[in-house]
């Protein structure tokens, strides 16, 4: 596990929103902006978890961790979560976009309906989301979103043709986001992770062969865990990296 010890003092006292916040990478990284001494929201479905963790990280550190529940799949709720964690926090200066769902799907049984609820979780959210934290960070003279996407697009994955679409298009949509936002001072940048070890991979999808598997191709030969997204992404988030925008940037431990 990564023992990420750099500090953004630029980070201090900013609101940030991370989607998804409530387990794997996103619970990381909630935990890794308020050690900063930012402000943290953080959206999610799932209500016990997410209460769980804003109430262990709030009182540790500069501000409260706030909890919001919503379904990132009704551009309705975004709307109106967005304009609270506004109203409670004020202009959001920093956004990820982390939350996903990597469902397995075969192609003979995919769905209309199910496409559509794979699309809306894994793509559409990331762009209303954006869309409605945009004019805050503008007013308040710029920003930083960072997209998740993943490696898996590049890998020919036989059962995530929904998901893979999504996580390709984010780059696009990074691209296109990056020049729209740039001369307003809104950097728009996107990770990709590769084999992040989370507690829900190890009981929905990793297998001990699959994982030796990926080690295998993998430079670096140990285990990568949701810390190891921290560094990158509190990077991205902050001034240190504020000449860099339109950028997908992969954390996968040099996979070959
Ligand atoms: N873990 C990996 O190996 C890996 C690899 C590549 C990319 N990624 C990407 O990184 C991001 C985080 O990965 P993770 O493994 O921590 O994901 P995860 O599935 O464990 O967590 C995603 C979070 O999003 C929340 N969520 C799901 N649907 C929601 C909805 N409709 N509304 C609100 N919240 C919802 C979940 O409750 C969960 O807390 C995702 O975008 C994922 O696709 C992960």
């Not at 989607?19 to 959206?43: D, H, M, N, P, Y």
């Not at 894994?122 to 007013?139: D, E, H, I, T, Y």
Request: charged share 20%; glycine share 10%; proline share 4%.
């Amino acid at each position: 596990m990564a023992d990420i010890q750099a500090q953004f003092p630029d980070l201090k006292d900013r609101t940030v929103l991370v989607t998804g916040g409530g387990s794997g990478i996103g619970a990381s990284l909630v935990e890794a902006f308020a050690r900063q001494g930012a402000k943290v929201a953080f959206i999610d479905i799932a209500e016990e978890p997410s209460r769980a963790l804003a109430v262990k990280l709030s009182g540790q550190f500069a501000h409260s961790v706030a909890f919001y529940h919503a379904d990132l799949r009704d551009v309705g709720a975004i709307k109106s979560t967005v304009a609270a964690v506004e109203a409670d926090l004020g202009a959001i200066r920093v956004l990820v976009n982390n939350a996903g769902w990597d469902d397995r799907h075969d192609i003979d049984t995919t769905t209309e309906e199910y496409w559509d609820n794979n699309q809306a979780i894994n793509l559409k959210q990331v762009f209303f989301v954006s869309q409605a934290a945009a004019p805050g960070m503008r007013a308040a003279g710029g920003g930083a979103i960072i997209n998740f996407s993943s490696i898996v697009f590049k890998m020919n994955p036989p059962l995530l043709s929904s998901y893979a679409t999504a996580k390709s298009g984010i780059i696009g949509l990074t691209k296109s986001f990056a020049g729209r936002f740039g001369p307003e001072n809104i950097r728009v940048n996107a990770v990709l992770p590769g084999m992040i070890v989370t507690q829900r991979q190890l009981d929905l999808w990793l297998t001990e062969d699959g994982m030796a598997k990926m080690m295998d191709r993998q430079c670096l030969k140990r285990v990568l865990s949701p810390e190891d997204l921290v560094g990158p992404v509190l990077f991205l988030a902050s001034d240190s990296s504020g000449a860099m925008t339109g950028q997908a940037i992969t954390v996968d431990g040099g996979i070959f």
